[in-house]
């Protein structure tokens, strides 16, 4: 088989960059390891930027998101016995939306502008300074080799186009925490999100509808999700998130889903190897106390998307050769409001890292500039900041 570009990995990272070469008049190819349900079923970001909403609205893919999603204008921050509402569209002129990636992963199936060949085993990617191409075996066991001018890395942390790419640097902060998370089959207790800063841990009230509500808890690296049970999750649940505090109430219900997440930073550099380039996860990884995952997997794809059309239709091949340095710049911003999210609101069990916490948290929430500074990075920065 022949194409212009192959894509590694069919989650929203690859399907998205599919969809914007097709509309710019480049032919693609996607390869997936996983079965399409399974990929439709990943339960991961559920925070959309403003500047990711209006990518995603200005190439066709925004009605259903307008339609079924949520606009958020901020998010509270919660001290024991305290809470503030940080007002984005206030501070910083954008909101956010709650509109998790499956419902993303639903568009873009739908858009029907990408060909997948699902359960791919055996991908290999070959040749990549000069003539790229991909040899795998597909869904029915046939030995398949595709050709193409460019591959794309959109494979996350585990595909083989990480390790293909032989980075000049990786840079890596492992945490000393993971998240409990859950989904529950009830009504959110609160209009908008709850990130908590409690001396038992951090607690997190999120959400995925009107009907779906999706919450955190701060655990110890290897808890097992079998050590709670739902009726102990409810309960740390309203005590770090303050049930009862000035009438406000946590609501529990059906636990349809938990898990537990790891959390680390992880960047790679550079994003390119020859005629291969890694967008989303393939290059780098953040804690999700910040929403950054899916919205940087977005503007990397839609940077690369610019420099491949330019590079295969245009001959220009400018783009393609800044597309590393122009998406890390916006990747080490976001990697360190993760960071700075992250290491404010967890406990770590050091009383001197409590108090300079709760110093930070009481000037973000007094302070117009530190909460405009928060706002900012996180109702999303430009593509191509």
């Not at 502008?113 to 790229?132: I, N, W």
């Not at 739902?230 to 309203?238: P, S």
């Not at 997440?261 to 990884?285: C, E, K, N, W």
Request: glycine share 10%; with cysteine; net charge negative.
């Amino acid at each position: 088989m022949r194409t212009q570009v192959a894509i590694i990995g069919a989650g929203p990272a690859g399907l998205l960059l599919a969809h914007l070469l097709h509309r710019g008049g480049v032919d693609a190819v996607v390869i997936e390891t996983r079965s399409q349900e399974y990929v439709a079923a990943r339960i991961r970001a559920g925070i959309l930027e403003s500047s990711s909403v209006d990518l995603l609205e200005s190439v066709g893919l925004g009605e259903r998101l307008r339609a079924e999603g949520h606009e958020h204008r901020g998010i509270y921050l919660q001290l024991p016995g305290e809470r503030h509402h940080l007002d984005f569209v206030d501070l910083a002129g954008r909101s956010v939306w709650v509109y998790g990636q499956t419902e993303v992963q639903k568009d873009l199936v739908a858009a029907g502008t990408a060909q997948v060949f699902y359960e791919a085993s055996q991908v290999e990617l070959h040749s990549l300074q000069d003539r790229p191409y991909v040899t795998f075996t597909d869904s029915s066991g046939a030995a398949q080799r595709l050709d193409a001018d460019v591959i794309a890395g959109c494979d996350g942390s585990f595909g083989p186009s990480r390790a293909a790419a032989t980075p000049g640097e990786r840079y890596e902060r492992v945490y000393p925490y993971s998240w409990l998370g859950i989904l529950a089959d009830v009504a959110p207790s609160t209009d908008e999100l709850i990130y908590a800063w409690h001396p038992g841990g951090f607690a997190l009230h999120s959400m995925r509808s009107e009907t779906v509500s999706r919450l955190y808890l701060q655990v110890p690296n290897g808890t097992d999700p079998a050590d709670w049970p739902d009726d102990r999750i409810w309960a740390e649940l309203a005590t770090r998130l303050g049930h009862g505090q000035d009438g406000w109430k946590l609501t529990p219900g059906p636990v349809t889903d938990k898990s537990v997440l790891p959390m680390r930073s992880y960047v790679q550099t550079p994003m390119r190897r020859g005629r291969l380039f890694l967008a989303g996860d393939a290059a780098h990884i953040v804690p999700p106390t910040g929403a950054k995952g899916l919205n940087l997997a977005v503007a990397d794809v839609a940077l690369l998307s610019r420099a491949l059309v330019a590079l295969l239709i245009d001959g220009d091949a400018r783009l393609a050769d800044s597309y590393s340095d122009d998406a890390l710049r916006r990747v080490w911003r976001c990697t360190h409001f993760s960071w700075w999210m992250t290491t404010m609101l967890h406990a770590s069990g050091d009383p001197f890292d409590a108090q300079l916490q709760l110093s930070q948290l009481r000037w973000v929430t007094s302070s117009e500039a530190g909460a405009t500074g928060l706002a900012e990075n996180y109702a999303g920065l430009p593509i191509g900041f």
